[in-house]
């Protein structure tokens, strides 16, 4: 005679293994991507220079930066990358090279639109050059002004590259270096 409580285990069973099976796949699906900023900025880039792009690189990374914080402590490695290292709370990196250029936009009212996408989302523009055909976007988030940590969406368009950057920094770190170089 079996009892019915002894059924019902085996669906638990099988799913919390089935959990564990795809628990890796989740955390790796995770940090494939970029953060929303970074998909905007990198997005309105795109449509600036009016060509195709094709994705060579896209992470996003938090806990990844653990065990490279760690490695980093027990190697022989420069104070300024060790310091480099310990600023970052978070980083979404994507790297993009020319598939096929096409025409692109007027740089001013390219730069508008993505001004206007990234204030909605809460960030402000630092810094916008186009010169000799590189354009290097640089935003802040308005919200970190009285925290300790900032964020900074980056893009750099340069030729047939394109890169794409935003990260959490917590600035503090990287002071002493930047006063010992004045």
Known sequence: MSTPSRHRVWPWVLAIMLGICLLPVVIVASHIGLSSEAAVLRDG??????????????????????P??????????????????AAVRSASVGVYELDEAGPSEDFNDALA????RMARAGWERLVGVHENGQRVLIYTNKHDRDRSDVRLCVG????AQLVVVSAKIRPETLVPRSEEHT
């Open 45 to 66: 880039l795109k449509k600036a220079t009016g060509s195709t792009w094709i994705t060579r690189f896209q992470l996003k990374s938090g806990m990844l930066l653990l």
């Open 68 to 85: 490279a914080r760690a490695v980093v402590s027990m190697c022989h490695v420069d104070d300024d990358a060790r310091r480099a290292i």
């Open 113 to 116: 639109a993505i001004d206007r």
């Open 156 to 159: 750099v368009v340069d030729g």
